[in-house]
């Protein structure tokens, strides 16, 4: 059995092994592949995985021999589904491997906006402490959580894990989402429509996925409502925000600060706004990226494929 991975760089840079995998067939690893390179590297193949390599219906339709696809992430929208579906071909996904660490991320996001941590020590390595005529001095406002509200959009495995770290720093909890069960027992917790959760939070964290219906969530209207000293955290889908609406808001102060993990276009273009846009801070898709998090993707990717081969196939999305 052949099996093909498309693009393993950015789960496996050199500190994961590929054995596992090894063990189970026939192995082919490319660190990237371009969209020309996806039908001419996964033909013979019965096993393709794949991160951000697209498989449009037109590539499936010639792999006669392509039984399964395993999408190394839990967003599966870069396989044309429908197609392989009607091609016989399983498509799994990831969807728990990133929980803790994206949460995590996003709280890192949240304190350095709070803080300017970076700001103020590098800020001492210049000697700016050693000159001060005061014992203390801070270069930008400081923001403590304990009594805040944080609205949470999307409150699914990774918003409830962000919501939990919130209520343990003494924040107040709001959520919103499609499905409004097993509310959490948390002082003041209620779910709230999204133009509510907006007015009324201090953080506003996205973790919703990407669907026609939240695509330009956050656009220019729905930023007019936040607070003008509010924060917006994004680390699920760059799409979900209007990056020009943001810089706008931004730069204009409609809202204090914004931090962000993903863009609508990745890598981006150099002249997205948002790289510009006044207190915003923009880091390269690495919530899901601790070593721990990948060898979590690694082993489900693993296990996966070994329970489809034993005919009972899991974390299938189509």
Known sequence: MKIVVLDGYCLNPGDLSWSALEKLGSLEVYDRTPPGLALERSAGAEVVFTNKTLLPREVLSRLPGLRYIGVLATGYNIVDVQAAREHGIAVTN???YGTASVAQFAFALLLELCHNVKLHSDAVRAGEWSRNADWSFWKAPLVELAGKTMGVVGFGRIGRQTARIADAMGMRVIANDAIETSPPAYDGFRWA??????????????????????????????????????????TSRGPLVVDQDLADALNQGVIAGAGLDVLSVEPPLETNPLLSAKNCLVTPHIAWATKEARSRLMEAAVENLEAFLCGE??????
Do not use: W, Y
């Open 94 to 96: 990831i969807p728990t």
């Open 193 to 234: 429509k999204v133009e509510e959760l907006l007015a009324e939070s201090d953080v506003v964290s996205l973790h919703c996925p990407l669907f026609p219906e939240t695509q330009g969530l956050m656009n220019a209207q729905r930023l007019r409502l936040m607070k003008p000293s509010a924060f917006l955290l994004n």
């Open 313 to 318: 196939p899991r974390n299938v999305v189509n």
